[in-house]
């Protein structure tokens, strides 16, 4: 009997497609999450983007900058990168280092600003000034000037008004999302970010204050006190659990929303057009686009 089982098992085993039993391996980096791990965000990308694919394996590493993720792609570490559009685009284009290699929809993405628990009034604010902003086409307007249609050149900083006696917010900006939260090489906000603190600190009368911190710092930098308000947290509108927003943090209205993440990796050499064509396995298009490790 055990002879015959044995036989069975090699019989089958060797009438599967060899690819069948082939599986991939693709490490994707992202900006850190605040309120999740890697390895329940890794669970949480496959079962959004890919369930069926028994191919397919995701790890997910979280990197504190934008710097530390291009360092993690360039050094291998990682085989793609996620990012927002905007952003995918703004770093193709200025780097020339990267191709895209997955645009996935994903609706309901968004950004908002961060406070602490305790701050409520000046989070609602906030939510009256980007309401009356959203309601007078504003936030539209500095979207289709920094976001939409960014030049090649960086764009110049914002001048904030002065409000002598008014109140002082310090405003957290990352740089790490640009065009959306820009920081220039020589350590300047500007920008969108600024464009959207500024107009705001004027209608709720305020001087606004920035501070320059690391994506992965945002949270500490609101429970030390070292910052009253941060520029940007990822909201998902309906989720139960929000992987970017941690207990004890408070958001505002979104002020800006996407639909698409682009997957980028490092620039491939060209290939002729008749290398290759769309009449492949599955397993070599797997390979060719997601390069398993």
Known sequence: MKRFLCSLIIALFMATPSFSLERLTITLGLLEKLNS???RFSQ?????????NELLKVNVKFYPTLT??????????????????????YVMRQTGEYDPVLVLRSQGMGLAFGFREEDRELRDKFN????????????????GMYIA???????????????????????????DLPP?????????????????????????GANIQLVNIDA???????ASGRADVVFWYEVVKGA??????????????PYYEWEKFIHLRKKQKQQSSSSWSWNISLPDFMSLYLGGE
């Open 68 to 89: 530390a993720l291009q360092m993690a792609l360039n050094a291998g570490e990682i085989k793609h990168m996620v990012l927002p559009e905007p952003s995918a685009e």
């Open 128 to 143: 009256a000034a980007l309401e009356a902003m959203r309601d007078g086409l504003i936030l539209s307007a500095l979207e």
């Open 37 to 39: 791990t890697e390895e």
């Open 216 to 222: 992965g710092a945002r949270s500490a930098a609101l």
């Open 44 to 52: 949480q990308w496959q079962k959004a983007f890919a369930p069926n």
């Open 240 to 253: 139960e659990i929000q992987p970017d927003i941690p207990e004890g943090v408070i958001v505002s209205e």
């Open 149 to 175: 249609s960014p030049g090649n050149d960086d764009p110049q900083p914002v001048k904030f008004a002065d409000f002598p006696g008014g109140m002082t917010i310090r405003a957290a900006v990352t740089g």
């Open 180 to 204: 959306i939260d820009f920081i220039a090489p020589d350590g300047t906000p500007a920008g969108f970010n600024t464009a959207v603190l500024a107009e705001i600190g004027r209608r709720i």
